[in-house]
Protein backbone atom coordinates (compact mmCIF):
# COMPACT_ATOMS: atom_id res chain seq x y z
CA UNK A 1 0.00 0.00 0.00
CA UNK A 2 1.14 3.37 -1.04
CA UNK A 3 1.95 5.60 2.19
CA UNK A 4 2.45 9.35 2.59
CA UNK A 5 3.49 11.71 5.22
CA UNK A 6 0.74 13.84 5.95
CA UNK A 7 3.32 16.58 7.85
CA UNK A 8 5.43 16.61 4.33
CA UNK A 9 2.08 16.26 1.83
CA UNK A 10 0.50 19.73 4.16
CA UNK A 11 4.29 21.35 4.10
CA UNK A 12 3.72 20.69 0.01
CA UNK A 13 0.37 22.17 0.07
CA UNK A 14 1.13 25.35 2.07
CA UNK A 15 4.08 25.79 -0.79
CA UNK A 16 1.67 25.32 -3.32
CA UNK A 17 -1.04 28.12 -1.83
CA UNK A 18 1.97 30.28 -1.35
CA UNK A 19 1.42 31.06 -5.31
CA UNK A 20 -2.41 32.34 -6.00
CA UNK A 21 -2.60 33.52 -1.90
CA UNK A 22 -0.27 36.24 -1.81
CA UNK A 23 -0.99 37.62 1.82
CA UNK A 24 -0.32 33.83 3.03
CA UNK A 25 2.51 33.83 5.77
CA UNK A 26 4.19 31.18 8.04
CA UNK A 27 5.74 31.96 11.72
CA UNK A 28 7.68 28.40 12.82
CA UNK A 29 9.29 27.97 15.94
CA UNK A 30 12.89 26.20 14.79
CA UNK A 31 11.71 23.39 13.48
CA UNK A 32 10.78 24.30 9.79
CA UNK A 33 13.06 21.32 8.31
CA UNK A 34 10.81 18.33 10.27
CA UNK A 35 6.82 20.73 8.99
CA UNK A 36 8.15 21.05 5.76
CA UNK A 37 7.58 24.67 5.90
CA UNK A 38 11.12 25.37 5.11
CA UNK A 39 9.93 24.68 1.42
CA UNK A 40 7.26 27.42 1.92
CA UNK A 41 10.60 29.81 3.73
CA UNK A 42 13.09 29.29 0.55
CA UNK A 43 10.35 30.52 -1.60
CA UNK A 44 8.93 33.15 -0.06
CA UNK A 45 11.31 34.05 2.71
CA UNK A 46 10.07 37.95 2.86
CA UNK A 47 6.39 35.95 4.31
CA UNK A 48 8.57 33.57 6.48
CA UNK A 49 9.26 34.22 10.15
CA UNK A 50 11.39 32.06 12.66
CA UNK A 51 10.89 32.74 16.02
CA UNK A 52 13.26 30.27 17.49
CA UNK A 53 12.27 28.19 20.46
CA UNK A 54 9.89 30.44 21.51
CA UNK A 55 5.77 29.03 20.82
CA UNK A 56 4.29 32.07 23.19
CA UNK A 57 6.06 34.80 20.58
CA UNK A 58 4.98 32.82 17.75
CA UNK A 59 1.63 32.61 18.33
CA UNK A 60 1.68 36.10 19.33
CA UNK A 61 2.77 37.28 16.18
CA UNK A 62 0.84 35.50 14.00
CA UNK A 63 -2.27 37.50 16.14
CA UNK A 64 -0.92 40.12 14.84
CA UNK A 65 -0.20 39.36 11.38
CA UNK A 66 -4.00 38.02 11.40
CA UNK A 67 -5.68 41.18 12.58
CA UNK A 68 -3.33 43.07 9.91
CA UNK A 69 -4.89 41.01 6.99
CA UNK A 70 -2.91 38.24 6.94
CA UNK A 71 -3.42 34.59 6.54
CA UNK A 72 -0.48 33.05 9.20
CA UNK A 73 0.37 29.62 10.02
CA UNK A 74 1.68 28.52 12.88
CA UNK A 75 3.84 25.79 12.59
CA UNK A 76 5.99 23.39 15.01
CA UNK A 77 5.21 20.26 17.09
CA UNK A 78 1.95 19.45 18.36
CA UNK A 79 3.36 19.13 21.76
CA UNK A 80 4.83 22.45 22.02
CA UNK A 81 2.12 23.70 19.68
CA UNK A 82 -0.70 23.02 21.96
CA UNK A 83 0.40 23.44 25.43
CA UNK A 84 2.88 26.09 25.91
CA UNK A 85 1.49 28.87 23.92
CA UNK A 86 -2.04 27.91 25.22
CA UNK A 87 -2.53 31.83 26.81
CA UNK A 88 -1.78 33.19 23.72
CA UNK A 89 -3.86 31.03 21.43
CA UNK A 90 -7.03 31.14 23.94
CA UNK A 91 -6.57 35.40 24.54
CA UNK A 92 -4.65 36.05 21.19
CA UNK A 93 -6.35 33.99 18.69
CA UNK A 94 -9.58 32.10 19.62
CA UNK A 95 -11.41 35.12 21.58
CA UNK A 96 -10.64 37.97 19.34
CA UNK A 97 -11.63 35.03 16.29
CA UNK A 98 -8.83 36.12 14.15
CA UNK A 99 -7.65 34.08 10.76
CA UNK A 100 -4.96 32.11 12.66
CA UNK A 101 -4.42 28.42 11.08
CA UNK A 102 -2.67 26.44 13.90
CA UNK A 103 -0.98 23.50 11.66
CA UNK A 104 1.11 21.05 14.32
CA UNK A 105 2.73 17.71 13.35
CA UNK A 106 4.35 15.18 15.14
CA UNK A 107 0.80 14.31 17.36
CA UNK A 108 -0.35 11.48 19.19
CA UNK A 109 1.79 8.32 19.92
CA UNK A 110 3.14 7.76 16.95
CA UNK A 111 6.22 10.70 17.50
CA UNK A 112 7.82 7.17 18.44
CA UNK A 113 11.54 7.55 19.53
CA UNK A 114 10.89 11.00 20.01
CA UNK A 115 9.78 9.51 23.56
CA UNK A 116 7.25 10.71 26.47
CA UNK A 117 7.88 14.45 26.02
CA UNK A 118 7.28 14.59 22.55
CA UNK A 119 3.80 13.03 22.69
CA UNK A 120 0.87 15.08 21.94
CA UNK A 121 -1.94 12.97 23.82
CA UNK A 122 -4.01 15.83 24.83
CA UNK A 123 -4.09 18.16 21.87
CA UNK A 124 -7.62 17.89 20.54
CA UNK A 125 -8.83 18.06 23.62
CA UNK A 126 -7.40 21.26 24.32
CA UNK A 127 -7.99 23.05 20.98
CA UNK A 128 -11.69 21.62 21.57
CA UNK A 129 -11.80 23.95 24.36
CA UNK A 130 -10.75 27.18 22.57
CA UNK A 131 -14.55 27.81 21.11
CA UNK A 132 -14.02 29.28 18.16
CA UNK A 133 -11.36 26.92 16.69
CA UNK A 134 -12.17 24.67 13.77
CA UNK A 135 -10.51 21.28 14.61
CA UNK A 136 -9.52 18.77 12.26
CA UNK A 137 -7.52 15.36 12.26
CA UNK A 138 -6.85 14.00 8.39
CA UNK A 139 -6.59 10.30 7.66
CA UNK A 140 -3.90 10.63 5.39
CA UNK A 141 -1.26 12.72 3.00
CA UNK A 142 -4.00 13.60 0.69
CA UNK A 143 -6.72 14.44 3.23
CA UNK A 144 -3.87 16.57 4.64
CA UNK A 145 -3.80 18.71 1.88
CA UNK A 146 -7.56 19.36 1.66
CA UNK A 147 -7.63 20.29 5.42
CA UNK A 148 -4.75 22.97 4.56
CA UNK A 149 -6.51 24.52 1.54
CA UNK A 150 -9.73 24.23 3.51
CA UNK A 151 -8.13 26.29 6.69
CA UNK A 152 -6.72 28.86 4.78
CA UNK A 153 -9.46 29.43 2.23
CA UNK A 154 -12.22 29.68 5.75
CA UNK A 155 -12.12 32.70 7.74
CA UNK A 156 -11.17 31.79 12.00
CA UNK A 157 -8.79 30.06 13.59
CA UNK A 158 -8.24 26.66 12.48
CA UNK A 159 -6.25 23.28 14.00
CA UNK A 160 -5.40 20.17 12.04
CA UNK A 161 -3.12 17.50 13.50
CA UNK A 162 -0.54 16.08 11.60
CA UNK A 163 1.53 12.85 12.21
CA UNK A 164 5.49 12.11 12.14
CA UNK A 165 5.79 8.86 10.09
CA UNK A 166 4.67 7.76 6.59
CA UNK A 167 0.73 6.61 6.93
CA UNK A 168 -0.86 4.55 4.04
CA UNK A 169 -3.06 6.41 1.56
CA UNK A 170 -6.42 5.83 1.45
CA UNK A 171 -8.09 8.39 -0.94
CA UNK A 172 -7.45 9.21 -4.03
CA UNK A 173 -4.92 12.82 -4.92
CA UNK A 174 -8.11 15.00 -5.42
CA UNK A 175 -10.10 14.34 -2.47
CA UNK A 176 -12.02 17.24 -0.77
CA UNK A 177 -12.90 17.40 2.39
CA UNK A 178 -16.07 18.87 3.66
CA UNK A 179 -15.88 21.68 6.67
CA UNK A 180 -18.12 19.64 9.41
CA UNK A 181 -17.77 16.70 7.16
CA UNK A 182 -17.42 13.21 7.84
CA UNK A 183 -16.94 9.96 5.18
CA UNK A 184 -18.08 6.58 5.08
CA UNK A 185 -14.71 4.02 4.10
CA UNK A 186 -16.58 0.92 4.69
CA UNK A 187 -20.05 -0.09 4.49
CA UNK A 188 -21.94 -2.34 7.40
CA UNK A 189 -24.83 -2.69 9.17
CA UNK A 190 -23.93 -4.52 12.74
CA UNK A 191 -22.00 -2.06 14.59
CA UNK A 192 -20.24 1.16 13.55
CA UNK A 193 -16.61 2.42 14.12
CA UNK A 194 -15.87 6.44 14.06
CA UNK A 195 -12.21 6.77 13.65
CA UNK A 196 -10.15 9.75 13.14
CA UNK A 197 -6.77 10.28 11.60
CA UNK A 198 -4.05 7.65 11.87
CA UNK A 199 -6.84 5.04 13.12
CA UNK A 200 -8.77 5.54 10.54
CA UNK A 201 -6.54 2.76 8.10
CA UNK A 202 -6.25 0.73 11.51
CA UNK A 203 -10.23 0.54 12.05
CA UNK A 204 -10.45 -0.44 7.91
CA UNK A 205 -8.33 -3.26 8.90
CA UNK A 206 -10.45 -4.14 11.72
CA UNK A 207 -13.61 -4.52 9.14
CA UNK A 208 -12.03 -6.42 7.12
CA UNK A 209 -11.17 -9.42 9.78
CA UNK A 210 -14.51 -8.84 11.74
CA UNK A 211 -16.38 -9.02 8.23
CA UNK A 212 -14.19 -12.12 7.07
CA UNK A 213 -13.57 -14.22 10.75
CA UNK A 214 -16.49 -13.22 12.73
CA UNK A 215 -19.25 -12.53 10.19
CA UNK A 216 -19.70 -9.16 12.14
CA UNK A 217 -20.59 -6.11 9.59
CA UNK A 218 -19.22 -3.21 11.03
CA UNK A 219 -19.30 0.16 9.52
CA UNK A 220 -16.08 3.12 9.66
CA UNK A 221 -16.74 6.34 9.18
CA UNK A 222 -13.53 8.86 9.11
CA UNK A 223 -14.41 11.88 11.19
CA UNK A 224 -11.93 13.85 9.93
CA UNK A 225 -13.73 16.86 11.35
CA UNK A 226 -14.04 17.47 14.84
CA UNK A 227 -15.59 20.71 14.95
CA UNK A 228 -17.63 21.11 13.59
CA UNK A 229 -18.66 17.27 13.84
CA UNK A 230 -20.88 15.90 11.86
CA UNK A 231 -23.87 15.30 14.02
CA UNK A 232 -25.82 14.01 11.00
CA UNK A 233 -23.37 10.75 10.57
CA UNK A 234 -23.17 10.39 14.32
CA UNK A 235 -26.97 10.02 14.57
CA UNK A 236 -27.57 7.50 11.61
CA UNK A 237 -24.65 5.42 13.37
CA UNK A 238 -26.48 5.50 16.66
CA UNK A 239 -29.63 4.70 14.82
CA UNK A 240 -28.23 1.70 12.71
CA UNK A 241 -26.06 0.12 14.76
CA UNK A 242 -25.93 -2.35 17.99
CA UNK A 243 -23.30 0.02 19.23
CA UNK A 244 -20.68 2.73 18.60
CA UNK A 245 -16.82 2.26 18.84
CA UNK A 246 -14.48 5.24 18.56
CA UNK A 247 -11.24 4.91 17.78
CA UNK A 248 -8.59 7.84 18.42
CA UNK A 249 -4.90 8.14 18.66
CA UNK A 250 -5.58 10.24 21.88
CA UNK A 251 -6.53 9.82 25.31
CA UNK A 252 -10.30 9.13 25.93
CA UNK A 253 -11.83 12.31 27.69
CA UNK A 254 -12.08 15.59 25.76
CA UNK A 255 -11.37 13.72 21.90
CA UNK A 256 -13.16 11.98 19.70
CA UNK A 257 -14.81 9.39 22.04
CA UNK A 258 -16.39 13.06 24.44
CA UNK A 259 -17.39 14.02 21.08
CA UNK A 260 -19.65 11.41 19.87
CA UNK A 261 -21.08 10.20 23.98
CA UNK A 262 -22.24 13.83 23.78
CA UNK A 263 -24.12 14.06 20.71
CA UNK A 264 -25.64 10.42 21.38
CA UNK A 265 -26.53 10.96 24.92
CA UNK A 266 -28.62 14.06 24.01
CA UNK A 267 -30.26 12.46 21.18
CA UNK A 268 -30.53 8.51 20.57
CA UNK A 269 -28.43 7.04 23.79
CA UNK A 270 -26.59 4.20 22.30
CA UNK A 271 -23.57 2.26 23.94
CA UNK A 272 -20.37 3.70 23.18
CA UNK A 273 -17.31 2.05 23.43
CA UNK A 274 -13.41 3.44 22.88
CA UNK A 275 -9.97 2.35 21.56
CA UNK A 276 -7.76 5.09 22.48
CA UNK A 277 -5.10 6.26 25.52
CA UNK A 278 -5.22 5.86 28.99
CA UNK A 279 -2.05 6.64 29.96
CA UNK A 280 1.13 8.07 28.62
CA UNK A 281 3.70 6.36 26.86
CA UNK A 282 7.14 5.83 26.22
CA UNK A 283 10.06 5.52 23.37
CA UNK A 284 9.97 2.84 21.23
CA UNK A 285 8.82 2.46 17.16
CA UNK A 286 5.58 3.40 16.25
CA UNK A 287 4.81 -0.08 15.43
CA UNK A 288 5.77 -1.22 19.29
CA UNK A 289 4.06 1.68 20.54
CA UNK A 290 0.73 0.97 18.82
CA UNK A 291 0.98 -2.54 19.89
CA UNK A 292 1.43 -2.04 23.36
CA UNK A 293 -0.22 0.87 24.03
CA UNK A 294 -3.63 -0.63 22.29
CA UNK A 295 -3.93 1.18 19.01
CA UNK A 296 -3.78 -1.24 16.19
CA UNK A 297 -6.60 -3.14 14.32
CA UNK A 298 -6.26 -6.19 16.86
CA UNK A 299 -7.21 -3.81 19.85
CA UNK A 300 -10.29 -2.85 17.38
CA UNK A 301 -10.89 -6.32 16.47
CA UNK A 302 -10.64 -7.70 20.28
CA UNK A 303 -13.38 -4.43 21.45
CA UNK A 304 -15.72 -5.12 19.25
CA UNK A 305 -15.98 -8.97 20.25
CA UNK A 306 -16.05 -8.32 23.72
CA UNK A 307 -19.23 -6.35 23.39
CA UNK A 308 -21.00 -7.70 20.42
CA UNK A 309 -24.02 -9.96 20.85
Known amino acids: METGSTREYAGKKILELGATVPNLCVVGADLNKSTFTNLFAEKYPDR ?3 VG ?9 AAGLASSGKIPIVSTFAVFGSTRPMDQLRVGVSQPNLNVKVILAHAGLITGEDGISAQSLEDISLF ?3 HSFSVLVPSDAYEAQSAVEIAVNTHGPFYIRLSRPAIPILNKKDIKLKHGGSSIMVEGSDISILACGYM ?3 AIKASKILKEKHGISARVVNMYSLRPIDTEMILNCASNSQFILTAEEHFKYGGLHSLVS ?9 KVYSVSMENYAESGTPEELVKKYGL ?7 KVLANFN
Do not use: R, T
Open 53 to 61: IAEQNMVSI
Open 200 to 202: VHQ
Open 48 to 50: FFD
Open 128 to 130: LSL
Open 262 to 270: QVVSQNNPI
Open 296 to 302: NFQSIVE
